[in-house]
Nanobody
Framework: QVQLVESGGGLVQAGGSLRLSCAASGSIFSINAMGWYRQAPGKQRELVAVITGGGNTNYTDSVKGRFAISRDVAKNTVYLQMNSLKPEDTAVYYC????????????????WGQGTQVTVSS
């Protein structure tokens, strides 16, 4: 099995910055992609940014130019650097990982972190 542990959320003023981290652990054979989603109160969960196993990145339009996703392959960790934060970025941010792990056979599955609250005050 695979576990995801997130950190780095908090309260920040508009225009400020935060950095989220998500570390994956377990019997990981390969990480196919890791990404960040967010869910604001009363809204559906949405993709914020994703980075593939090959290092390709993609962002939702509302964060382009402000957020940057990166990874440390050796640590199975993904980061989300969030700059120029806006009140509308307030949400619970969830890490997601598409992982292949080995338990006698290879299994591909997706996992979620527990979520970390990001609150941006105006």
């Amino acid at each position: 099995q695979v576990q995801l542990v997130e950190s780095g959320g908090g309260l920040v003023q508009a225009g400020g910055s935060l950095r989220l981290s998500c570390a994956a652990s377990g019997s990981i054979f390969s990480i196919n992609a890791m990404g960040w989603y967010r869910q604001a109160p009363g809204k559906q969960r949405e993709l914020v940014a994703v980075i593939t196993g090959g290092g390709n990145t993609n962002y939702t339009d509302s964060v382009k130019g402000r957020f940057a996703i990166s990874r440390d392959v050796a640590k199975n960790t993904v980061y989300l650097q969030m700059n120029s934060l806006k009140p509308e970025d307030t949400a619970v941010y969830y890490c997601n990982a598409d992982v292949t792990y080995y338990t006698g056979i290879y299994i591909q599955s997706a996992y979620w972190g527990q979520g970390t609250q990001v609150t941006v005050s105006s």
